[in-house]
């Protein structure tokens, strides 16, 4: 069976000016829980025409692409949000999160395009290898190295979004080589990087 794992960055300040915090219910569930949400759900919220929407119109720049990208992740997360209540039937208090992941998220974040490993992170964090990998692992679902590869291939996008060479910008997201980049873009999306970004998916009509 083939998984395919679609990531969508969203800044707070991208949707500052809607005069609601539609990422709420997101960020203050409980640490280790509502990490992922499986095919069946996806499915049935009708989740991944967003995705697919949001991806091309990213691609296939448009004058309204814009407006259309911010449209599409509105809907989505308005959908994920109604999820999430009914899943746990949750409350707008924010409950007990894990800080030391957090700090683990922001170091990675700061220093994704240089040679992170765990050996770095925890010498700057004072823990050893296994209470990092435990821990993380427990608190955000997905391992460290899972987490700085999902991260660099989204400073990747971001660079072909601006028109840099698939090729070049590999160095500058923290990978040693371009093998090393097409190896983890195309564990990550299922495809190459060329095949990625020269076949843009259709998008589901809303």
């Keep these: ?35 992922r949400i499986d095919a069946k759900t996806v499915k049935s919220y009708g989740l ?12 296939n720049r448009v004058p309204e692409s814009d407006v259309m990208v911010k449209t599409f ?39 994704i395009t240089e040679n992170l490993t765990l050996d770095s992170i925890c010498e700057h964090f004072f823990i050893t290898k296994y209470y990092l ?15 700085i590869s999902m991260r660099r291939l989204l400073v990747a996008k971001q660079m072909i979004f601006a028109g840099q060479n698939i090729t070049d910008l590999c160095y500058k997201c923290g990978y040693k080589n371009y093998s090393s980049f097409y190896k983890a873009f195309k564990k990550l999306t299922g495809k190459t990087p060329s095949e990625f970004f020269s076949k843009p998916h259709e998008a589901d009509a809303v």
């Design 1 to 35: 069976m083939i998984y395919e794992r679609h990531i969508i960055q969203i800044s707070d300040n991208f949707l500052s000016d809607i005069g609601f915090d539609m990422l709420e219910l997101i960020k203050s569930r409980k640490a280790g829980t509502l990490n």
């Design 48 to 59: 991944e025409k967003y995705f697919l929407s949001v991806e091309q119109y990213c691609i």
């Design 133 to 147: 990998c435990h821990m993380f692992k427990k608190y955000s679902g997905m391992t460290v190295n899972e987490y």
């Design 73 to 111: 992740i509105i809907q989505m997360l308005a959908k994920i949000n109604s999820f999430m209540r009914e899943y746990e039937n949750m409350t707008y208090e924010l409950p007990y999160k894990d800080s030391r992941v957090m700090d683990i998220k922001n170091f990675i974040d700061e220093h």
